[in-house]
């Protein structure tokens, strides 16, 4: 017998992508640097966050054309993002080949209540979250890998802390929380009692958590990969560097060794100019992407 | 016997697992430095390219094929396998240290990947999970075809390398790791 599209394949993908570096990209081009740099894996977009937030108006699914020419360009895996709750354009996604679908934030949502079901795919979903009970309603969903929302296109590391913080503080109260009160702490997470149960006896959560959102440098990807994130997301930090080759290479170092200093050291000099980051107390409430989602 | 698992990208931490259900207390292996303290090495499941560039990143490739060509038992599982293979499809070019080619990414995209029943010579039937999984091709002489999968070959060894297309790490058995640990290592 043979089975497609199983918890443990969906799941078993992002296990492959651990200790890894995920790379926004948006054209065969960049996704061949990428590859080249020592990328686990490729976001193919039509813009970079930074780009999405600086030009404003609807962002949606890339064009199929610049996705096909970005799946056929590297020999590793591809994801695309589709808004929350677009199950459509998630469906396109898988009809074309796309490795792993994102339902991000990023993208302006098309659902202000519910989120794809995610069960009805082949493929695998990741999913932001910002706390633990927004990640095991995703992964309640079927999202097989939970990434940190960050703010994406800042360049600021800062909320990515704070969700992947968020995250860990959860999990350890349930670590230490009597059984009994296990269905009280689901119903002030709003999270299903069978996946609470679950963190509490594994101290993790069941599918792989990666950091995304506002990555920059190479000790950024050190810091979560230390505050336990299993692999990174670099979104804007890359091609909006002043050399993406080397920057993208360098953060690929960092997160496999991020607990050697030295290495950091060595791999963070002469890397020119990061992206140029914003400070989130200069973006307007209304303009933040990371409370997108529910 | 201490066994090593290469940790450079990729679900070393479930290998890891594995080979202490196992009862063995086994180290992650990242330098060369390390290799020096293992008896025998896992190379584990991840992106293929990745791995192998990290490897000549790293200048693990020399120290990996001398300690191989001196008798070290190595276990590839899927990306680890394609790392042990004389030649590989396209991308990066694998260490060369076993005598078969392999077709990266051949039964297609993530779409097409499954889970399935695999009767392996010596062992019996396992579970085994396919991801973006590929296939041996041009066995050499003194390779054994150890199981196939639609008339293609998903596992060979040859002397104490064994290679895998699939993921046992991750089917919830442990009939590899002690094939490899008992019969190999």
């Known amino acids: 017998m043979v089975e497609h599209g199983t918890d443990r394949i969906k799941r078993g993908l992002a296990e492959m992508l651990k200790g890894g570096v995920i790379m926004d990209v948006t054209s065969a081009e960049q ?118 929302k960050g703010e994406a296109g800042t360049g600021n590391v800062v909320e990515a802390v704070r969700h992947l913080r968020a995250i860990g503080d959860g999990i350890r109260r349930l670590q230490v929380a009597p059984v009994e009160e296990l ?112 | 016997m201490r066994p090593g698992v290469l940790a450079l990208q990729g679900d070393f931490a479930e290998h890891r697992r594995a080979l202490e259900a196992c009862g063995t207390d086994p180290i992650e292996v990242r330098t060369a430095a390390d290799l020096e303290h293992v008896d025998a090495l896992i190379i584990p499941g991840g992106e293929s390219t990745t791995m192998l560039k990290l490897v000549d990143r790293y200048e693990l490739r020399e120290p990996l094929v001398k300690h191989i060509e001196a ?29 078969v080619a392999v077709r990266r990414n051949a039964y297609g995209r993530q779409r097409e990947s499954f889970e399935a029943e695999i009767d392996v010579t010596g062992v019996g039937i396992v579970p085994a999970v396919f991801i973006r999984a590929p296939v041996f091709e041009d066995p050499g002489e003194g390779v054994e075809v150890l199981a196939t999968w639609a008339g293609r070959p998903v596992a060979v060894r040859s002397g104490r390398l064994l290679a895998i297309a699939f993921h046992p790490e991750l089917a919830g058995t442990l009939a590899m790791h002690r094939f490899f640990l008992e019969e190999m290592a």
Not at chain 1, 48 to 64: L, S, T, W
Not at chain 1, 105 to 129: I, M, N, S
Request: charged content about 25%; some cysteine.
């Open chain 2, 71 to 99: 008798g070290l038992p190595v276990f590839g599982t899927c990306a680890g396998a394609i790392v042990l293979a004389s030649k590989a499809s396209d991308g990066e070019p694998p260490l060369g240290v076993l005598d």
């Open chain 1, 31 to 148: 996704a061949r640097i990428a590859e080249e740099a020592g990328a686990v894996a490729v976001m193919a977009l039509e813009r970079v966050p930074a780009d999405i937030r600086r030009e404003g108006g609807v962002a949606r699914m890339a064009d199929p054309n610049r996705i096909v020419e970005i799946v056929e360009a590297v020999t590793i895996p591809v994801m695309a993002k589709c808004r929350i709750g677009h199950f459509a354009e998630a469906q396109v996604l898988q009809a074309l080949g796309v490795d792993f679908i994102d339902e991000s934030e990023v993208l302006t949502p098309a659902d202000e209540r519910y989120h794809v079901d995610k069960w009805a795919f082949t493929v695998p979903f990741v999913c932001g979250a910002t706390e633990l009970g927004e990640a095991l309603r995703r992964i309640g969903e079927g999202a097989a890998m939970i990434r940190s």
């Open chain 1, 183 to 294: 269905m009280s702490e689901a119903k002030e997470l709003g999270a299903p009692y069978e996946l609470v149960r679950e963190v509490a006896a594994a101290g993790k959560l069941p599918v792989v958590l990666f950091c995304a959102g506002g990555l920059a440098t190479p000790a950024d990807a050190s810091l979560v990969m230390q505050l336990g994130a299993e692999g990174v997301f670099v979104g804007s930090g890359i091609f909006k560097s002043e050399d993406p080759a080397l920057r993208a290479r360098a953060i690929v170092e960092a997160t496999t060794y991020f607990k050697d200093p030295e290495v950091l050291a060595k791999v963070s000099r002469g890397l020119g100019e990061p992206m140029r980051g914003l400070d989130l107390r200069d973006i307007p409430v209304e303009e933040r992407l990371a409370p997108r989602g529910w």
